[in-house]
């Protein structure tokens, strides 16, 4: 273990939250209170805590329609989240987004992006911005295996391969694109490949223990934040639940979950700190602060106002412009 | 007042915006070295370095996208489609998000861009170069549609454009890049309001609303028509969304007549929704129905005569304003 103990209980804490965050977000769903699509990242929280973790507060972020878990290692008020959920004016993006448009400027969190691939070129704009400004900020952009034979995603990583751009794409690889498995999906097992098409550097890896995610991304980041230009980094991972709500994930079998839960990074990152002598009784304050922390949100969310009209309509257009 | 070309108007527009604003650059295909497709940006990369003067590889989507994440966060990209064809591969870039991410966003991130390039028919390039694209992105709200047909409207119009702090989607045409005509002096900053149209001709017989090529077409059927004793009263909307009503809407309620003249086929976009505006808002002044000359509704042949065909004639909007005039041909 490269972290010390104190930084460790920090991001399990930040993993237990999204667990939980998105255990009550299923059940709003399920109530009704949220609609849409909800695509759930459970599963996955080590990477989203991990990569945020590598990162400095300036850095920018891009992510899939699965945005709660990294708007939220980002973060973003679990408040703000949940009601965006709701519909709600006090949600993120003031109930103009919900689920799978999350925004959170200030956290440096740009969205929240619902077609597969179409965000991977805005965060090598973002990142063509640093550059060309020198600010020194990087971006990191996060989207799933399944976006790897869409066209975005090889004119992203053209142009950011080509102009040696501060950005650090990370690929979620969690097995399936939505019921398709990879193994009908690409020929390479090994997705990594695909960088050096573009004079891209790469790296792959498991992504079940927060620090090793932490340790990577960070060389990564740092090499962006240094010139040398972008990195590929495919994180093996696996999501527990089904593509979204409305998917029993009947492609694949329940030893195979069950097979995967074992790797669930909640319990890697608890053993290791039970490991280093950490008690029980911390686990049970974090759990206990976590869950009321949810509670909160759920109750913020309920108690708020509902969307308002006024802002779907001023949010067209910036108004009152040349 | 000097007689300048089109393209040199766009060039000027660009240059002046960018001496103004250091986050203003150019990014495109050919745009550099090459000095530009249709040399609209010849002399900037001399000027303005690599930096800001940025050849693409032939990836539209990926440029289409890397100006709209650069706009997000700050700067102003103008992006140059070679022509707007290839926009269809860009499109997921500009309607997705482009056009979405101030309300998707609850109005926390704004999108000033300017995508640009010539839009319509050429000359014999067939059906896949040959796309008037107005009827597809003057659908989306989040975007405004700019026209501009004169020179003078070129640079002022692309000025006001840059400067917006919205998505612009600006057509200019590859058959108007050589046409010259009035633009204010040098030094003198001539900004053209998105969302303002123009009396091109005054004339109580007639109202002709027309944008692009198709302006030429008419303003040279005016003549003829005014020999004739029918004097047009010509409106060019310069901005296709938000449409100027009020503008379009005095004119035929000043002459009761109205034909709208465009380049794009008939089914939908600004040509229809201008009939609608006109029916609804100015139906008890009307004396005829409105009538259109559009493009054919077919996809463009390759072969000259045809494509005289397709695209509107001087013969064709004389026959619509005698028809709404109740005359024979």
Same mark, same amino acid.
């Given at each position: 273990?490269?972290?010390?103990?104190?930084?460790?209980?920090?991001?399990?804490?930040?993993?237990?939250?999204?667990?939980?965050?998105?255990?009550e977000a299923a059940r709003a769903y399920a109530q009704s209170h949220a609609g849409g699509f909800l695509h759930l990242y459970i599963g996955q929280?080590?990477?989203?805590?991990?990569?945020?973790?590598?990162?400095?507060?300036?850095?920018?972020?891009?992510?899939?329609?699965?945005?709660?878990?990294?708007?939220?290692?980002?973060?973003?008020?679990?408040?703000?989240?949940?009601?965006?959920?709701?519909?709600?004016?006090?949600?993120?993006?003031?109930?103009?987004?919900?689920?799978?448009?999350?925004?959170?400027?200030?956290?440096?969190?740009?969205?929240?992006?619902?077609?597969?691939?179409?965000?991977?070129?805005?965060?090598?704009?973002?990142?063509?911005?640093?550059?060309?400004?020198?600010?020194?900020?990087?971006?990191?952009?996060?989207?799933?295996?399944?976006?790897?034979?869409?066209?975005?995603?090889?004119?992203?990583?053209?142009?950011?391969?080509?102009?040696?751009?501060?950005?650090?794409?990370?690929?979620?690889?969690?097995?399936?694109?939505?019921?398709?498995?990879?193994?009908?999906?690409?020929?390479?097992?090994?997705?990594?490949?695909?960088?050096?098409?573009?004079?891209?550097?790469?790296?792959?890896?498991?992504?079940?223990?927060?620090?090793?995610?932490?340790?990577?991304?960070?060389?990564?980041?740092?090499?962006?934040?240094?010139?040398?230009?972008?990195?590929?980094?495919?994180?093996?991972?696996?999501?527990?639940?089904?593509?979204?709500?409305?998917?029993?994930?009947?492609?694949?079998?329940?030893?195979?979950?069950?097979?995967?839960?074992?790797?669930?990074?909640?319990?890697?990152?608890?053993?290791?700190?039970?490991?280093?002598?950490?008690?029980?009784a911390r686990f049970d304050e974090i759990e206990e602060a976590v869950e009321r922390e949810v509670a909160a949100a759920v109750e913020f969310a309920h108690d708020s106002p509902p969307a308002l009209e006024q802002t779907m309509l001023d949010t067209v257009l910036v108004k009152g412009?040349? | 007042?000097?007689?300048?070309?089109?393209?040199?108007?766009?060039? %000027?527009?660009?240059?002046?915006?960018?001496?103004?604003?250091?986050?203003?650059?150019?990014?495109?295909?050919?745009?550099?070295?090459?000095?530009?497709?249709?040399?609209?940006?010849?002399?900037?990369?001399?000027?303005?370095?690599?930096?800001?003067?940025?050849?693409?590889?032939?990836?539209?989507?990926?440029?289409?996208?890397?100006?709209?994440?650069?706009?997000?966060?700050?700067?102003?990209?103008?992006?140059?489609?070679?022509?707007?064809?290839?926009?269809?591969?860009?499109?997921?870039?500009?309607?997705?998000?482009?056009?979405?991410?101030?309300?998707?966003?609850?109005?926390?991130?704004?999108?000033?861009?300017?995508?640009?390039?010539?839009?319509?028919?050429?000359?014999?390039?067939?059906?896949?170069?040959?796309?008037?694209?107005?009827?597809?992105?003057?659908?989306?709200?989040?975007?405004?549609?700019?026209?501009?047909?004169?020179?003078?409207?070129?640079?002022?119009?692309?000025?006001?454009?840059?400067?917006?702090?919205?998505?612009?989607?600006?057509?200019?045409?590859?058959?108007?890049?050589?046409?010259?005509?009035?633009?204010?002096?040098?030094?003198?900053?001539?900004?053209?309001?998105?969302?303002?149209?123009?009396?091109?001709?005054?004339?109580?017989?007639?109202?002709?609303?027309?944008?692009?090529?198709?302006?030429?077409?008419?303003?040279?059927?005016?003549?003829?028509?005014?020999?004739?004793?029918? %004097?047009?009263?010509?409106?060019?909307?310069?901005?296709?969304?938000?449409?100027?009503?009020?503008?379009?809407?005095?004119?035929?309620?000043?002459?009761?007549?109205?034909?709208?003249?465009?380049?794009?086929?008939?089914?939908?976009?600004?040509?229809?929704?201008?009939?609608?505006?006109?029916?609804?808002?100015?139906?008890?002044?009307?004396?005829?129905?409105?009538?259109?000359?559009?493009?054919?509704?077919?996809?463009?042949?390759?072969?000259?005569?045809?494509?005289?065909?397709?695209?509107?004639?001087?013969?064709?909007?004389?026959?619509?304003?005698?028809?709404?005039?109740?005359?024979?041909?």
């Open positions: 273990m490269t972290l010390d103990s104190e930084e460790l209980f920090n991001l399990y804490r930040r993993m237990l939250l999204i667990r939980r965050f998105e255990e929280e080590a990477i989203a805590v991990g990569a945020s973790a590598a990162m400095a507060e300036s850095d920018y972020v891009f992510q899939t329609y699965r945005d709660h878990g990294i708007a939220l290692a980002r973060g973003m008020a679990p408040g703000a989240a949940m009601a965006e959920l709701f519909g709600k004016d006090t949600g993120c993006s003031r109930g103009m987004g919900g689920s799978m448009h999350f925004f959170d400027v200030e956290h440096g969190f740009y969205g929240g992006w619902g077609i597969v691939g179409g965000h991977l070129a805005l965060a090598a704009g973002t990142a063509f911005k640093s550059r060309y400004r020198g600010d020194g900020a990087v971006t990191i952009c996060f989207f799933g295996e399944g976006a790897t034979n869409i066209g975005g995603f090889h004119e992203a990583f053209s142009l950011a391969g080509l102009w040696k751009l501060p950005v650090v794409f990370i690929c979620e690889n969690n097995r399936y694109a939505m019921g398709t498995p990879l193994s009908r999906t690409s020929p390479l097992t090994d997705l990594t490949l695909k960088a050096q098409g573009y004079g891209m550097a790469a790296d792959g890896f498991v992504g079940s223990d927060v620090s090793v995610v932490k340790e990577r991304v960070a060389t990564a980041v740092k090499r962006a934040r240094d010139g040398e230009g972008p990195t590929f980094i495919e994180i093996q991972t696996y999501r527990f639940r089904g593509h979204s709500m409305s998917d029993p994930a009947k492609y694949r079998s329940r030893e195979e979950l069950e097979e995967r839960k074992k790797d669930d990074p909640l319990a890697v990152t608890r053993a290791q700190l039970e490991a280093a002598g950490a008690e029980v412009q040349s | 007042m000097r007689i300048i070309r089109y393209r040199e108007a766009l060039r %000027e527009a660009m240059v002046e915006e960018m001496e103004r604003d250091a986050d203003v650059f150019l990014m495109g295909e050919e745009v550099g070295h090459y000095q530009g497709a249709y040399k609209v940006s010849e002399g900037l990369l001399e000027r303005f370095g690599e930096r800001r003067v940025i050849d693409t590889p032939i990836a539209e989507a990926g440029f289409a996208g890397v100006g709209v994440g650069a706009a997000m966060v700050g700067l102003r990209p103008i992006i140059e489609f070679m022509t707007w064809n290839f926009s269809f591969v860009a499109f997921d870039q500009i309607v997705s998000n482009a056009a979405k991410i101030h309300s998707m966003s609850g109005g926390a991130i704004r999108c000033p861009i300017v995508f640009r390039g010539p839009n319509g028919a050429a000359k014999q390039v067939a059906a896949q170069h040959s796309h008037t694209v107005e009827a597809l992105y003057t659908h989306f709200p989040g975007l405004y549609v700019v026209a501009p047909s004169t020179p003078r409207d070129a640079k002022g119009l692309l000025k006001a454009s840059i400067r917006d702090e919205n998505p612009v989607i600006f057509l200019e045409g590859e058959t108007l890049y050589g046409v010259k005509g009035e633009v204010a002096d040098e030094g003198v900053d001539e900004v053209v309001p998105i969302g303002k149209g123009r009396v091109a001709r005054e004339g109580d017989g007639c109202t002709v609303i027309t944008w692009g090529r198709p302006y030429y077409t008419v303003m040279e059927a005016a003549e003829r028509l005014a020999a004739d004793g029918i %004097e047009l009263d010509v409106i060019d909307p310069r901005t296709l969304r938000p449409l100027d009503e009020e503008l379009m809407l005095a004119s035929v309620r000043k002459t009761n007549r109205c034909v709208v003249v465009h380049e794009h086929w008939p089914y939908g976009g600004p040509g229809a929704q201008i009939v609608d505006v006109i029916q609804r808002e100015a139906f008890d002044y009307l004396d005829a129905p409105v009538l259109r000359v559009a493009g054919l509704d077919v996809p463009m042949p390759y072969a000259s005569n045809l494509e005289d065909l397709v695209l509107p004639t001087v013969d064709r909007v004389v026959e619509a304003v005698r028809r709404v005039s109740y005359l024979g041909a």
